[in-house]
């Protein structure tokens, strides 16, 4: 069975920094992808940030420049460095993964809870 575990949410004001992280276990093989989403209250959840076991990234527009995606492989685990944190920033944070070969399937996190204070 596979298990996503984040880590790292709290409450922040302007302009600080938070770094989350985000584990996986479970007899994993290959991450092809591991990605972070958040979902503020009364909106979808979007993505954030995503990283492919290339290492290639992708990121939202609001984040650009701000936050860094990073993985370490051989520790099946994401990490999340958010600076210059705005108000708008506030959200429900998901760890998301994505296995193509074995367990295949996408795996979510239980979620947290990151606040940005004006």
């Known amino acids: 069975q596979v298990q996503v575990v984040e880590s790292g949410g709290g409450l922040v004001q302007a302009g600080g920094s938070l770094r989350l992280s985000c584990a996986a276990s479970?007899?994993?093989?290959?991450?092809?992808?591991m990605g972070w989403y958040r979902q503020a209250p009364g909106e979808q959840r979007e993505l954030v940030a995503a990283?492919?076991?290339?290492?290639?990234?992708n990121y939202a527009d609001s984040v650009k420049g701000r936050f860094t995606i990073s993985r370490d492989n051989a520790k099946n685990t994401v990490y999340l460095q958010m600076n210059s944190l705005k108000p708008e920033d506030t959200a429900v944070y998901y760890c998301n993964i994505v296995i193509l070969t074995g367990k295949r399937g996408t795996y979510w996190g239980q979620g947290t809870q990151v606040t940005v204070s004006s």
């Open positions: 479970g007899n994993i093989f290959c991450i092809n992808v």
């Open positions: 990283i492919a076991s290339s290492g290639s990234t």
